[in-house]
C-alpha cells in the first residue's frame, strides 16, 4: 500500500480536497488538512514550529505527495513548504487540479497557477474527473518514472 501525503489551501480547498479524498481509492491517505481541523488550528496558535512540526510528521512514511490545485494553492507558504519538503524527501510529486469542484455552497473557482518546483521538475498535471482508479495510475506511474 503506497502512503500518500495531500497537500493543498487548507481555507479555500479543504471542500474540494475531500472529494478527491472521500473518493473511495484504498490507499494510506495522509494530510495535515484531513487528520484534524483541530490540529491545524491548534498548530497555528504555537506558531510556525508547529506547523511545520505537524507536516514533518504527515510526510513520515509517504512516498508520493498530491498537490491538489486550486485557484491559490501555488502562492500559499505552507503548501510551498509541503513541496519542498517532499521534493527533499525524494517523494513523487503529481499535481492534480480540483479548482472546478464545487466547494460547500456549490461555486467553483479560477484555474489557478502551477507552484514553480512543479513547472522546474515537470511533475505530470492532471485534472481531477472523479475516478479514484485515475489518481492510484497518476501517483504509481509518477513513482515509477521517478525510480525509472
Not at 16 to 40: E, H, T
Not at 54 to 67: D, E, K, M, N, Y
Not at 117 to 139: F, M, Q
Amino acid at each position: 500500500m503506497r502512503h500518500v501525503y495531500f497537500a493543498f489551501h487548507y481555507e479555500n480547498d479543504i471542500w474540494r480536497a475531500n472529494q478527491v479524498r472521500n473518493s473511495g481509492l484504498l490507499f494510506g491517505a495522509k494530510s495535515v488538512g484531513f487528520a484534524d481541523r483541530s490540529l491545524w488550528e491548534k498548530a497555528k496558535t504555537k506558531g510556525r514550529g508547529a506547523l511545520e512540526s505537524l507536516i514533518l510528521s504527515g510526510l513520515q512514511g509517504t512516498s508520493a505527495t498530491v498537490i491538489l490545485l486550486g485557484e491559490e494553492t501555488a502562492e500559499r507558504e505552507w503548501v510551498q513548504f509541503e513541496i519542498d519538503e517532499s521534493y527533499s524527501r525524494n517523494n513523487a510529486l503529481v499535481g492534480v487540479r480540483i479548482h472546478h469542484l464545487a466547494d460547500q455552497r456549490g461555486y467553483s473557482s479560477k484555474r489557478g497557477r502551477v507552484p514553480a518546483l512543479l513547472k522546474k521538475i515537470r511533475a505530470p498535471i492532471y485534472d481531477w474527473e472523479a475516478n479514484p482508479h485515475d489518481l492510484g495510475d497518476w501517483v504509481e506511474d509518477a513513482i515509477n518514472e521517478q525510480c525509472g
